[in-house]
């Protein structure tokens, strides 16, 4: 039974060209695995391809969209679209610089292997040592730069750069040890406390903070750390006159008096974010220009699709590719985009228009099968068109011909979507149907723990109530009077409960499935149906359920068998679907898919360290592959108390594009409220079911490897059960032959779905990026917030299979790679002891370490394993925005909130330094909210916020802030609302006092400084990598 479910060929039927499969003559690819599209839908596809639907004429002209589309086209002032000279010759050789693969270094000489890495472990300590000679530091003022501005510290003063950092007059020794070097090592004092300080050189090499000697939480809070606090501390000097081991045994040269490097004098993500919304901020952004670089994700503005898909949908690493392979090489900047298909359009901004060929289907290229585009150019009065593609010159279908104006585009180009946005939808034909039938609309079935637990603290009670009402809010397409979503609902524990919730019953009934390890579905009629027919019925089931299992003592559950119990609901029912399961515990009960606790610190730090984040049995893979296969999505509310392998419970949520929710120690008093947003939020959010994604490109590259909540079943399909708007697919590229500056890279996404009414649809999605010979083009056209994006995906994703050093090592030493190729191939001439930023990777470094520092990343035991394998799966789906403030959290001075106005107080940077005893701070991150309190808050903030007279009296237990009538409660609360509402999960909020042992959390957040846990400083991350393009440029 359980391998019978799944197909092995790709799930749409033989003979049609859904996207879905390989089209013929992928020629341009050179890629033996395009070849593995079924042959019955291979194509005569000569270099003019064969006319579409040869007799086929017109169906009448198809509605070309809504009639507004006229309308709107018409403000666009016709971007030039870009045209295509044909290919360059095919070559399949792609270059392959992976950034995983330990045996593919880069042509750089790199110094990568462990002993290298070793030496700047060793060079790490010794700066240390050396930070803390003298204290001088005067606070020079980088001007965060113009254009091309670079960040350098160290050096004489230069005038040349545009924007360098530099922390004081010192003129230092020539490189490259100068910054290795006694000269340099600046350390902010307040980054650096006891618990925090390297030992003797660390032994195992990688840039990575060395064990904390004997570091306590809790009541070994050390001292100093109080004196710490406040902004006033940024000048102070902390000395620890010998309290550093480790001689400069790597130092080259005498030691020198040292000086510091002031933390406002290094690149500041708040600077570079404030600097792009003063810019760009509350502005139109039209995507009318090919390779044109988007506002930062960070900065709100109005934009307008004019033949570029927004970045709302793709952010791409890069806007402007290098030419060729050798130069991406050389520069080792990933080459991806990072696409959230369904994301959330504003309300102010046009939604997609839905074009309707009827029986026709779309018009696509022969050869390469890409869909109509503003990048086809129409030729020969308009009855041919030249794929931009693959370049193909096709015949346009009778139906669709359009005489040309004087400047060769067809007059009807602002009435058709398709030919002048880059992006829009298509009403997908039966072709692209599974067994080319229309498909059924989806159904959600809600599968509840209802073991011993779940029923005693009050889980199912909660999750019973809050159904009655959120059922009423299933996701509707815009006509629709009623949701055509099916529900069904299971209760299980160590067997299954189906229920029987037909209309015409007067009650519910139940039926017990007792055999875990061949599942099937006892009922067809009445398990899945309308909320609207039946729900008096299931109010009635959702009122007894509590009670029902009252009385049970089961302890032990299953679960993989709770999955495929959905997923064959679903496939008897022939439709897709998602799952919402509730479940609490570590599946002990004797059934496929069973686990026990394998959590082992002993692993860490170690080259089994990967084990940890595989899952332990090989049950679940495949499960979610059938889920896949059958368009079976699969969402889980986990609520664990102890360990419960999230591993392996999260694999088949992740592969199915569904969301993992966790709730450590769930108590329904305090942690209600987050859960039940989570739920709200996610039973109406915006999805598409049963979806397959194509990425095409012109020639020249194609994209190599693909990370998100997907499963592929071959190299260029992506298959996801279902996609909602908050997920994300970033999609690296590699060349595989010269890209032109003429034609540039044009990325085609289309996603093939069913609508939550059942209607089959495409949604494409066009960018026109730049290409360049230029390294120097390259740089300019970053964006630092897709790299990371981009970086920790791929790191995440080695973390399977990898030991974490490894992974680290090479993040760093691409880091370097990036930056020192820019150095010496863009950078006007400078001392080598300067550190120079490209513009637009000005926050690279800090960036990085942040990713670096990230638990995933950082081997330490104590951190859970469990939470690790959650962060771990989050990212893996996370879109642009996301990832950035997960990675960089925001922090805003809360006392300084003017009750008058609705502007949010301005961020602050993520550090220690910047909090101030006097102060109140709120510090998200997309998962986590924090406000916290100094020990000299004021009394009156206290009062207005949690009405209690002072800091003393504040209960840290509360996980919502009162609702009191006073302008601090109210505006701060609004505050807290307008900062939640953007982001996907519901952010628990904590409170935390300065000085109390739960502060140790919070700290982890403050980004900038050296972790508790481990994890460098933003300043001495900032020297390493500065020490590591030293050694590469030399
Ligand atoms: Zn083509």
Request: net charge neutral.
């Given at each position: 039974m359980s391998q019978q479910g799944y197909v092995a060929t790709p799930p749409y039927s033989q003979s049609q060209p859904g996207i879905g499969?390989?089209?013929?003559?992928?020629?341009?690819?050179?890629?033996?695995?395009?070849?593995?599209?079924?042959?019955?839908?291979?194509?005569?596809?000569?270099?003019?391809?064969?006319?579409?639907?040869?007799?086929?004429?017109?169906?009448?002209?198809?509605?070309?969209?809504?009639?507004?589309?006229?309308?709107?086209?018409?403000?666009?002032?016709?971007?030039?679209?870009?045209?295509f000279p044909g290919p360059p010759p095919v070559n399949s050789a792609a270059p392959s610089y992976a950034p995983y693969s330990p045996s593919t270094r880069s042509s750089y000489p790199s110094p990568v292997s462990t002993s290298s890495v070793a030496q700047l472990g060793t060079q790490l300590s010794a700066m240390h040592v050396n930070s803390y000679g003298s204290g001088m530091a005067p606070p020079s003022q980088g001007p965060p730069g113009p254009p091309s501005s670079t960040a350098a510290f160290q050096g004489p003063p230069r005038s040349p750069q545009p924007s360098i950092l530099q922390p004081g007059s010192q003129v230092l020794p020539p490189p490259p040890t100068a910054l290795n070097g006694p000269g340099a090592s600046p350390l902010p004092p307040s980054t650096h406390r006891q618990d925090g300080l390297p030992g003797p050189a660390p032994s195992n090499a990688q840039y990575q903070p060395p064990?904390?000697?004997?570091?306590?939480?809790?009541?070994?809070?050390?001292?100093?750390?109080?004196?710490?606090?406040?902004?006033?501390?940024?000048?102070?000097?902390?000395?620890?006159?010998?309290?550093?081991?480790?001689?400069?045994?790597?130092?080259?040269?005498?030691?020198?008096?040292?000086?510091?490097?002031?933390?406002?004098?290094?690149?500041?993500?708040?600077?570079?974010?404030?600097?792009?919304?003063?810019?760009?901020?509350?502005?139109?952004?039209?995507?009318?220009?090919?390779?044109?670089?988007?506002?930062?994700?960070?900065?709100?503005?109005?934009?307008?699709?004019q033949g570029n898909a927004s970045p709302r949908y793709i952010r791409c690493t890069t806007y402007c590719f290098p030419c060729t392979s050798d130069m991406a090489k050389q520069a080792q900047i990933p080459l991806a985009a990072i696409i959230k298909p369904f994301a959330t359009i504003p309300s102010n901004e046009t939604p997609l228009y839905l074009v309707n060929h009827g029986e026709t289907g779309p018009v696509r290229c022969n050869r390469c099968k890409a869909y109509m585009c503003p990048f086809m150019q129409f030729i020969e009065g308009g009855r041919r068109y030249q794929c931009g593609f693959c370049s193909c010159v096709n015949d346009v279908p009778p139906f669709y011909f359009q005489h040309l104006d004087h400047i060769g585009r067809r007059l009807d180009h602002y009435e058709k979507p398709e030919l002048s946005l880059g992006s829009y939808e298509y009403v997908a034909t039966l072709d692209y149907c599974r067994k080319n039938k229309p498909p059924n609309p989806p159904a959600f079935i809600f599968m509840i723990d209802v073991s011993y637990s779940n029923i005693k603290n009050g889980l199912v009670k909660l999750i019973c109530e809050e159904l009655k009402t959120v059922l009423e809010k299933l996701p509707k397409e815009g006509q629709e009077e009623t949701s055509s979503l099916r529900v069904g609902f299971i209760t299980y524990n160590k067997v299954l409960h189906f229920f029987n919730v037909k209309s015409t019953l007067a009650r519910p009934q139940m039926m017990v499935v007792t055999d875990v390890s061949e599942v099937f579905v006892p009922l067809l009629d009445g398990f899945l149906v309308s909320y609207q027919e039946s729900q008096s019925v299931i109010h009635n089931l959702l009122d007894q359920i509590p009670e029902m299992f009252a009385d049970s003592n089961e302890n032990e559950t299953v679960f993989a068998p709770v999955i495929r119990a959905g997923m064959e609901a679903l496939k008897a029912a022939d439709c897709p679907g998602k799952l919402f399961i509730f479940h609490s515990s570590l599946p002990t009960a004797e059934a496929p898919g069973k686990l026990k606790n394998r959590d082992d610190k002993k692993l860490i730090n170690t080259d089994k360290e990967k084990i940890l984040f595989q899952p332990q049995t090989n049950v679940y893979d495949p499960l979610a592959k059938d889920c896949v296969a059958h368009g079976c999505c699969v969402t889980l509310f986990l609520f664990p108390s102890q360990y419960v392998d999230v591993a392996s419970?999260?694999?088949?949520?992740?592969?199915?594009?569904?969301?993992?929710?966790?709730?450590?120690?769930?108590?329904?008093?305090?942690?209600?409220?987050?859960?039940?947003?989570?739920?709200?939020?996610?039973?109406?959010?915006?999805?598409?079911?049963?979806?397959?994604?194509?990425?095409?490109?012109?020639?020249?590259?194609r994209a190599t490897d693909f990370f998100g909540g997907i499963y592929m079943n071959n190299t260029t399909d992506v298959e996801m059960a279902a996609i909602d708007c908050d997920k994300a697919v970033t999609v690296e590229f590699k060349h595989d032959d010269k890209l032109s500056e003429d034609s540039g890279a044009l990325i085609q996404c289309a996603v093939l779905y069913t609508t939550v009414s059942g209607q089959r649809r495409l949604r494409i999605h066009n960018l026109g990026l730049n290409c360049s010979s230029q390294l120097a083009d390259l740089y300019k056209s970053c964006e630092t917030d897709a790299l990371i994006n981009f970086f920790a995906k791929s790191a995440f994703k080695a973390v399977l299979h990898q030991p974490l050093k490894v992974i680290r090592e090479i993040l760093v030493n691409q880091t370097a790679h990036m930056l020192a190729c820019y150095r010496k191939n863009c950078a006007s001439p400078s001392a080598a002891s300067q550190l120079i930023l490209p513009d637009s990777m000005k926050v690279l470094p800090v960036y990085m370490n942040c990713l670096l520092k990230n638990c995933v990343l950082l081997s330490r035991p104590e951190i859970s394993t469990d939470e690790r394998a959650y962060q771990r799966q989050l990212v893996m789906t996370m879109g642009v925005a996301d990832s950035q403030l997960f990675f960089y959290p925001q922090l805003r001075p809360i006392h300084t909130l003017d009750v008058k106005s609705t502007t949010l107080p301005a961020a602050i940077r993520c550090s220690e330094t910047r909090l101030s005893e006097e102060g109140i701070f709120l510090l998200a991150n997309g998962l986590n909210m924090f406000l916290w309190l100094g020990v000299s808050s004021p009394p009156e903030l206290i009062q207005g916020i949690f009405n209690v007279p002072s800091f003393a009296h504040v209960n840290t237990d509360m996980t919502l802030l009162p609702e009191l009538g006073n302008p601090y409660s109210q505006t701060l609360r609004m505050m807290m609302g307008i900062i939640q509402q953007k982001w996907p999960y519901s952010m628990k909020l904590t409170i935390v006092k300065q000085r109390e042992q739960p502060e140790m959390v919070f700290r982890q957040f403050l980004v900038e400084d050296k972790g508790l846990y481990g994890g460098s400083s933003y300043v001495d991350f900032l020297c390493c990598v500065h020490k590591e393009i030293c050694q590469l440029l030399n």
């Open positions: 499969l390989s089209a013929p003559h992928y020629g341009h690819y050179g890629d033996p695995s395009h070849t593995g599209s079924p042959p019955g839908m291979m194509k005569p596809a000569g270099p003019l391809g064969a006319a579409a639907p040869g007799g086929m004429l017109p169906q009448g002209h198809p509605p070309p969209g809504p009639h507004q589309f006229g309308q709107n086209g018409a403000h666009a002032q016709g971007p030039p679209l870009q045209r064990p904390l000697p004997g570091q306590t939480l809790g009541p070994g809070y050390p001292l100093q750390q109080a004196a710490n606090y406040g902004p006033q501390m940024a000048g102070a000097q902390l000395s620890y006159p010998g309290g550093f081991p480790g001689g400069p045994a790597q130092m080259a040269g005498p030691p020198q008096p040292q000086k510091k490097l002031d933390p406002d004098s290094i690149p500041s993500p708040i600077q570079v974010i404030e600097n792009d919304r003063a810019t760009r901020g509350g502005q139109v952004y039209t995507t009318n220009t090919r390779g044109q670089i988007p506002p930062l994700v960070t900065t709100d503005c109005t934009i307008q699709d419970l999260g694999l088949v949520p992740q592969l199915t594009g569904g969301t993992l929710y966790k709730y450590n120690n769930f108590q329904v008093h305090l942690d209600s409220q987050q859960f039940l947003n989570d739920l709200r939020n996610d039973i109406e959010k915006k999805i598409g079911f049963d979806a397959i994604m194509r990425v095409r490109t012109s020639t020249g590259f």
